[in-house]
């Protein structure tokens, strides 16, 4: 199994960002995807969620409505499409298999908001 991440860097306050995660060695449409993230000294926060066929998504209360994950199963590809980002999204941002129970991660993907 593996899972990367692209599409982090550096943006202002209220910009947007696209993050991508690419997933090989498994069957990707058979398995519900999640995005969490890290910021420096924090534990880990999940931060979304999606089922297998893009039917349900749910986010965490700090990134609702501003956030909308998707996913492509013909790519075996998940999206983060962040929007109005906010200095506390900083973090490294990783996709994860699984939703309720993640059972392989990827390196993850770095974030930053700034100006």
């Known amino acids: 199994v593996q899972l990367v991440e692209s599409g982090g860097g550096v943006v202002q306050p209220g910009g947007s960002l696209r993050l991508s995660c690419v997933a090989s060695g498994f069957i990707f449409s058979d398995e519900r995807m999640s995005w969490v993230r890290q910021a420096p000294g924090m534990a880990p926060e999940w931060v979304s969620g999606?089922?297998?066929?893009?039917?349900?998504?749910y986010y965490a209360d700090s990134v609702k409505g501003r956030f909308t994950i998707s996913r492509d199963n013909a790519k075996n590809l998940v999206y983060l499409q962040m929007n109005s980002l906010k200095p506390e999204d900083t973090a490294m941002y990783l996709c994860?298999?699984?939703?309720?129970?993640?059972?392989?991660w990827g390196q993850g993907t770095q974030v930053t908001v700034s100006s």
């Open positions: 994860a298999r699984g939703w309720t129970t993640l059972d392989y």
């Open positions: 999606i089922n297998r066929r893009s039917t349900s998504s």
